[in-house]
């Protein structure tokens, strides 16, 4: 007999993390995350772990194995030129280090032993004879009891700690044997590496320039003396690179600094001796290299940013993309007029790996399915899945249905959305409104333990992609711009009003939900109306005054996203800050905050606690030690079970009652 999703069901799921295909495309090597038991721990203290197999997929055979033991965090498979040796990262000493291991088995041999650990994947040469990779600062390490005096812009942020601690120099090490060498000194990070075509140089991003505000990155190369070029410099945002097969051009995706707040990113092409980019995806409304919000540990965590693949022949890219709640796998021209089409598409998500020849590697996450790895080969037009990580266990599982909504924003805006309904009870339904963060990102087919244990509870969860979200065009990501709060929440209320007028949401049984942008709505909500029965805020922005100055991203996000600094528009800043609203909220509300947060540090959300509470609303709040801003997405075992049986508990408590 099936059974509903429950919250132990999700260390019972395994992740994919990575994959690429060997050089002579005969085989793919992929790491699998799941969730153990940690048999050192003492049983009262019994606490789970997140470990990392390699496995190695033979394409002609169809047959798996393992290639390191599941024991440590090895990821990051990468093969040698020659296909013969894999290189990977792993936590099996003290710190991160690089190993290599035979395709075929055998013992993995450390290629590193840096103190301060390896901090990137491991790169390989063209002609095999070294490996490039990035790592922390050489000096001692700072002790984190002693007295630290700033002095950076940006000196901290989320994920990552203290800027000084973590900064990122580019070195390389010979496979044969000997000491890695720095090639860089700077006080950047300094990622994304791509060896050009003949081994001369290394492509690489720089970001966390110490004397601005602004997340700028620049694209940059450095050769094997260590002498470093800029190629194209101050934008806000580009991806790894990728050098075109003859090494004439680089091809990323990136956005320029003036940018409006949530425009697309494009696809872009320059003169590997530096230049003016050329743009090649001017034309497509949602742009390149868009993402969806999940709640599993996925690829993004080991890739922050979309890969690109170049062609044998140069003249094209392949790339994913965003299109309302699907992304999509694009082929572009790289050379004459801009053409550009879907080579891999349909309602899911697809998060490109690798490429050989015709064939395109990718993973493959839907609303019922984590992510299975497959092969699309662009001449014949044949997909092939590779994997089947948890075809057994969610064939036990009942999971919920899905019914696509379109509906009209009180200015007449249309805007999609999705209803998750329940596997068992019949309408109307207990209804959950979780809401998206970003804000300029958004849901659709992509999965979500949180989801699927609010369904298997008896729930509808409402998803809705309002104004701000993007995948629909710039004009509808940027129409929140110095106006938080306002259509935003407007449409998030018509899909509410939608779905109780087709019977399927009871209007008495509501609640809200949300991390970081969507813990900003939350509490926002519970300061504009009384129809939620319960909110669990998470990670929320509740205050944009002192969001500007306690904020890893403060002085440049704020600036972007309100239209000035707080000196010169304190109005604006006043009416979109929730905080502003919180003595009116009378909604049992239940706060979940990381406390290692930089992005929307804990005084956001004490502050709106402290506000509840002193004005009579039923409120707590949850701490999470140790766990980011995405921790309970992300972090550690126990972090995500916290928030899991905290929200569902809350809903339970105050919505069903």
């Known amino acids: 007999m099936q059974k509903t999703i429950v919250i132990d069901d999700l260390f019972k799921l395994q992740f994919l993390q990575d994959a690429q295909f060997s050089p002579d495309g005969l085989r793919v090597a992929y790491a699998v995350s799941k969730v153990v038991a940690d048999e050192a721990a003492e049983i009262e203290s019994e606490r789970e772990l997140q470990k990392t197999a390699i496995w190695i997929l033979s394409l002609e055979t169809q047959s798996a194995r393992m290639l390191t033991t599941g024991e440590h965090e090895d990821t ?118 791509a060896w050009s075509p003949d081994g001369a140089e290394i492509a690489f991003t720089a970001t966390m320039m110490p004397s601005t505000h602004q997340l700028y990155t620049g694209l940059c190369a450095v050769n094997l003396e260590g002498r470093t070029r800029n190629i194209v410099s101050d934008w806000e945002f580009i991806s790894p690179p990728a050098w075109t097969p003859n090494g004439e051009q680089i091809v990323f995706i990136g956005r320029m600094a003036d940018a ?37 540990p996925t690829l993004s965590d080991k890739r922050a940013s979309p890969l690109i693949k170049i062609a044998q022949d140069g003249r094209r890219a392949y790339v994913q993309g965003k299109e309302g709640g699907s992304l999509h796998l694009y082929e572009i021209a790289l050379r004459g007029t801009e053409e550009h089409g879907i080579a891999v598409g349909g309602e899911r998500s697809c998060i490109l790996l690798d490429a050989h020849g015709s064939r395109l590697l990718y993973a493959v996450s839907a609303l019922d399915n984590p992510t299975e790895l497959s092969i699309f080969d662009t001449k014949s037009g044949e997909e092939q899945q590779l994997t089947q990580l948890n075809a057994d266990f969610l064939a036990q599982r009942t999971l919920q249905s899905v019914e696509q909504l379109i509906f009209s924003g009180n200015d007449g805006e249309q805007v999609e959305g999705w209803l998750l309904k329940p596997p068992e009870g019949r309408p109307p339904y207990a209804t959950i409104l979780y809401i998206h963060g970003g804000p300029h990102s958004g849901f659709g087919h992509m999965f979500s333990f949180d989801f699927q244990m609010l369904t298997g509870a008896g729930y509808a969860v409402l998803l809705i992609n309002q104004r701000g ?52 709505l939350s509490c926002w909500i519970v300061g504009h109306t009384d129809r ?11 205050n944009w005054v002192s969001f500007y100055g306690v904020s890893d991203i403060g002085p440049w996000f704020s600036v972007k996203e309100l239209g000035g600094h707080p000196h010169e528009i304190p109005q ?74 905290a929200l569902l508990d809350w809903m339970n408590r105050h919505v069903l009652r």
Request: proline share 7%; net charge negative.
């Open 469 to 520: 979200s993007t995948g629909y065009g710039d004009e509808f990501a940027g129409a929140i711009t110095g106006d938080w709060g306002n259509l935003d929440y407007e449409d998030l209320m018509a899909g509410v009003d939608h779905v109780i007028a087709l019977g399927l949401a009871d209007p008495e049984r509501l609640g809200c939900c949300g991390l970081s942008g969507g813990g900003n």
């Open 572 to 645: 604006t800043y006043s009416r979109c800050s929730p905080l502003t609203y919180a003595h009116r909220c009378t909604t049992p509300t239940l706060l979940v905050q990381g406390e290692d947060d930089f992005r929307c540090p804990a005084e956001q959300a004490e502050q709106f606690y402290a506000v509840l509470k002193a004005n009579g609303c039923e409120v707590e709040m949850l701490r999470l030690p140790d766990s980011s801003h995405a921790g309970s997405i992300r972090g550690a075992p126990t972090v995500r079970r916290a928030q899991n049986e």
């Open 76 to 193: 990051s498979p990468r093969w040698s030129p020659d296909g013969k040796r894999i290189a990977f990262l792993s936590d099996r000493a003290e710190q991160s280090q690089i190993y290599i291991i035979p395709f075929d088995g055998g013992e993995a041999q450390a290629l590193t032993k840096l103190k301060q650990g390896v901090g990137s994947s491991p790169t390989w040469s063209p002609d095999g004879t070294q490996i490039a990779f990035t790592a922390g600062p050489a000096r001692k390490a700072r002790d984190p009891g002693a007295p630290y005096r700033i002095v950076r812009h940006i000196f901290r942020f989320d994920d990552l700690g203290y800027i000084d601690d973590v900064i990122q120099d580019i070195y390389i090490a010979a496979v044969g044997g000997g000491e890695p060498r720095r090639l860089t000194s700077d006080e950047n990070l300094n990622g994304n590496l």
């Open 260 to 296: 409006r707040a949530g425009s697309k990113s494009d696809l872009w092409i320059v003169a590997s001796q530096g230049g003016e980019p050329k743009p090649r995806t001017s034309r497509l409304k949602n742009g390149v290299g868009g993402s969806l919000i999940a709640d599993f």
């Open 532 to 542: 939620f029965k319960a909110a669990v805020p998470e990670n929320p922005l509740t």
